[in-house]
C-alpha cells in the first residue's frame, strides 16, 4: 500500500502532537509536586526574556573580592607625581577631555535612576574601574558568581573632572561654573546606580552585595552643618549638607532607615530642626558636639553599634581638622570590624595641589598620597569617592 506525503506528514504531526502532550502533562505534574519547579520557572522566564538572577541567589551571602581600576585610572595612578603640578593641563589634552565628558554625560544620566541591568555593553570599561563581589551560596544546586559594578575612576583632581580647570568649547550638557563647580557632585556613581555585568533583577533595587532585603540603609554625616548646608546665604549651600544625600534617595524612590549627623560647630536646635523634612524628623539623629578618636563621641562606636554587614552604609567625613579626619580614616584601614560595615565613603582630603591652594592653602601632602589612600579604601571594599 502506498501512502501521499500529505497522509505521511499528517501523521508524523499527530505523534509530535502526542508527544508534546505526554511531555506537558509528565512537566505540570512534576512541578505540582515540587521536583521540576525551579527548572520549569527559569524556562518560563528565559523565553519571556526576564530572567530574574535576584531570585536564584535569594540564599546566597555575598562579599567583596577585588577591585580593579581602569585603563584610563591606572595611566593616572602611574603618572601622579609627575603629573602633581599638571593636572589641568593635562586634562585639557583632547583625548583626556573626551574622557572626561564621555563619563559625565554617562553618570549624570545614571545618577536619575536605579539600575537593574545586566550591562550590556562594554564601551565605558576603559573609564569606569570596577568592584567585583562574589556570591557564596549553601545550596550545592547554585554555583558562586562573580559580578562586577560600575565605580568613577580616581583621576584628575579626584573629583569632577570639568570643575575646577579651566576648557573652552565644551558642551553646554557639561559645563559647570561659579561655585556650583567647586560643590560639584556630578562624577559620584553610587552604588543604587551603578551598571553591573552578570546580574539582573526584575525590579530596580539596590544590588544585593550592597543592601539585603529587610537590612537597613544608614546614613553618617560626619560635619554635616545645617541639613541645606553652610550657614552662608550668598553661597548656593543646599548642595554641601545632607540634604544632597537625601535628595538623591528621594529622586531614586529610595529612603534612610537612620541618619545619624555630626556637626561641632554649635547650632540653636530651633535652627536646625526647622530645616529637616517632616519625613525624617523621626530617624535622624543630631550629635552637636565634635567627633573624636576614642570615647564615646567616636564614629565608629557608634557605627558598630546600629550597623550590620547586611546593611548599606554611607559614610561622609569632612570637618575640616585634618589631623583627626587622618586618624579617623587609619582606623577604618586597620580594623576590619569597621571597614567591613561600610559600603560608600565621601572624604574630602586635603593636600598641597597648585589648584586647590586658593582653597586648601599648603596641608602637608600631595596628590599621590590622596590617590593611594583611596585606592587601600577600595581594595577594602568601600566604594570610595573623593567629596568636594
Known amino acids: 500500500m502506498q501512502f501521499s506525503n500529505s497522509r505521511i506528514n499528517r501523521a508524523y504531526l499527530l ?33 519571556s526574556g526576564s530572567m530574574n ?103 584628575g583632581l579626584l573629583r569632577d573632572p570639568l570643575s575646577i580647570c579651566s576648557y573652552s568649547n565644551i558642551p553646554a550638557s557639561v559645563a559647570v561654573a561659579g561655585y556650583n563647580a567647586v560643590q560639584s557632585k556630578r562624577f559620584f556613581l553610587l552604588g543604587p ?61 529610595l529612603s534612610f532607615d537612620r541618619i545619624v549627623a555630626f556637626e561641632a560647630i554649635p547650632y540653636p536646635p530651633k535652627k536646625y530642626w526647622q530645616q529637616i523634612p517632616d519625613d525624617i524628623i523621626g530617624i535622624l539623629t543630631f550629635i552637636n558636639i565634635g567627633v573624636e578618636v576614642t570615647g564615646k563621641t567616636n564614629p565608629w562606636g557608634i557605627l558598630k553599634s546600629i550597623a550590620k554587614p547586611n546593611d548599606y552604609v554611607i559614610i561622609k567625613l569632612d570637618i575640616d581638622t585634618a589631623p583627626l579626619e587622618n586618624a579617623l580614616v587609619q582606623q577604618i584601614l586597620n580594623d576590619s570590624s569597621i571597614s567591613s560595615l561600610i559600603d560608600e ?32 579604601l577600595r581594595q577594602l571594599g568601600i566604594r570610595m569617592h573623593s567629596w568636594p
Open 345 to 376: 565613603m565621601f572624604f574630602e582630603m586635603h593636600v598641597t595641589i597648585n589648584e586647590m591652594r586658593r582653597f586648601w592653602g599648603t596641608p602637608p601632602g600631595e596628590l599621590k598620597d590622596t590617590y593611594i589612600l583611596f585606592t587601600k
Open 193 to 253: 546606580s551603578a551598571p553591573y555585568e552578570n546580574f539582573q533583577t526584575s525590579t530596580p533595587s539596590i544590588a544585593p552585595w550592597l543592601h539585603q532585603p529587610g537590612s537597613k540603609k544608614v546614613l553618617f554625616d560626619i560635619g554635616c552643618s545645617l541639613f541645606n548646608g553652610v550657614d552662608n546665604p550668598v553661597k548656593v549651600s543646599s548642595t554641601i549638607g545632607t540634604r544632597w544625600f537625601y535628595e538623591y534617595f528621594g529622586l531614586n524612590s
Open 53 to 155: 538572577t535576584t531570585n536564584l541567589f535569594d540564599n546566597c551571602s555575598w562579599e567583596f573580592d577585588h577591585y580593579s581600576p581602569s585603563a584610563w585610572e591606572h595611566f593616572w595612578y602611574n603618572n601622579i607625581t609627575y603629573l602633581q603640578n599638571k593636572v589641568c593641563s593635562k586634562l585639557n589634552e583632547y583625548d583626556q577631555l573626551n574622557k572626561s565628558i564621555r563619563s559625565l554625560e554617562y553618570i549624570k544620566d545614571l545618577q536619575k535612576r536605579i539600575f537593574s541591568g545586566p550591562l550590556l555593553s562594554n564601551k565605558y570599561d576603559e573609564l569606569f574601574s570596577k568592584m567585583y563581589y562574589r556570591s557564596k551560596c549553601s545550596n550545592s544546586q547554585k554555583s558562586d558568581r562573580l559580578v562586577s559594578q560600575y565605580i568613577e575612576p580616581l583621576i
Open 15 to 47: 505523534v509530535c502532537i502526542g508527544i508534546v502532550m505526554i511531555f506537558c502533562i509528565s512537566i505540570t505534574s512534576k512541578v505540582n509536586h515540587g521536583s521540576y519547579s525551579g527548572i520549569f520557572s527559569i524556562i518560563i522566564n528565559t523565553y
